[in-house]
């Protein structure tokens, strides 16, 4: 009796083993074969499109140094090829990823002023245009010291006042801030950026009116309520930790609406007047 129990048992056990040999196998094999599947179904191109740099919350040197190792081995750059300072750009302004990651694939193209085209924009506008100094369509063009994406909020701001009003569609950011250079309006002595004067001189020679404004708030409302929009060169603070120009484009209920020309964030939401007057050094309003 304890003899057949001993098969029986001895038998159970043969066939539990060789039940979870086929079961585990198959699952081994599946998730194998899924594995295989997708990895040999994804492109190069997928890899990059789902590759965490895009993901990478930029708050440190360390983490824009990994943003930039990534995309370089994935693009076959030498890293060599991003200057220092640039790690330092994307640190203070994470909107600059996809311009300063592309950099060495433009650093020795030249686009010509008449190839650049902004009817697009202007058709979406809604009021003054948005432009941005590191739009890929000029950014990567030198402006002073640098490329226009670091250097050229100036001719930018003045560039979207002057499509709007003067109604045209070829006194691009590219095209002012050639203009700018040609009749000396960058600071190349102490490579300090745009002078002011390219808001007063220069604008008058391009066609425009400007007149200064105050700093009273009853100033800016009127100035913006005619449909003036106004060049504000800003000081440390929300905007810049040197100096930055900006457009005012309206007011309401205290509250200002800007184009910064280096943040899509900053531009998207709505300022307190009383929050900006401090950091505001100049502004200029501009009619025709």
């Known amino acids: 009796m304890k003899r057949n129990k001993l098969i029986i048992a001895v038998f159970v056990l043969m066939i539990t083993s060789a039940v ?103 058709e979406n506008a809604e009021g003054v245009p948005e432009f941005y100094q590191w739009d890929k369509r000029w950014g990567y063009r030198t402006y002073g010291s640098d490329v226009m994406g670091f250097t050229g909020c100036g001719p930018t701001c003045l560039s979207m006042v002057a499509v709007y009003l003067l109604d045209n569609d070829y006194m691009t950011p590219a095209w002012v801030a050639q203009f700018s250079m040609d009749n000396g309006y960058y600071d190349y002595e102490n490579y300090s950026g745009t002078f002011w004067s390219l808001m007063t001189s220069g604008a008058e020679t391009l066609g425009l009116i400007p007149e200064e404004v105050t700093g009273e708030v009853w100033d800016i409302e009127e100035h913006l309520a005619n449909g003036e929009p106004i060049i504000a060169i800003m000081g440390p603070g929300d905007f810049t930790s040197e100096g930055h120009f900006i457009v005012l484009v309206s007011c309401e209920d205290g509250y200002l609406r800007v184009i910064d020309p280096n943040s899509r964030e900053r531009t998207a939401r709505l300022w307190d007047i009383d929050e900006v007057l401090p950091q505001i050094q100049g502004m200029w309003a501009y009619s025709v």
Do not use: C, K
């Open 20 to 122: 979870t040999y086929i079961i585990w196998n198959g699952v081994y094999d599946d998730a194998a074969l899924a594995a295989s599947r997708d990895s040999s179904d994804r492109s190069p191109a997928d890899d990059i499109e789902f590759n965490d740099y895009r993901l990478i919350d930029i708050r440190s040197e360390e983490d824009a140094r990994e943003v930039i190792s990534i995309y370089a081995e994935r693009h076959d750059i030498d890293e060599d090829e991003y200057p220092d300072y640039m790690v330092e750009r994307l640190v203070s302004n994470p909107e600059l990823r996809d311009f300063v990651l592309e950099y060495p694939q433009h650093a020795d193209e030249e686009v010509r002023l008449s190839s650049i085209s902004i009817e697009e924009d202007i």
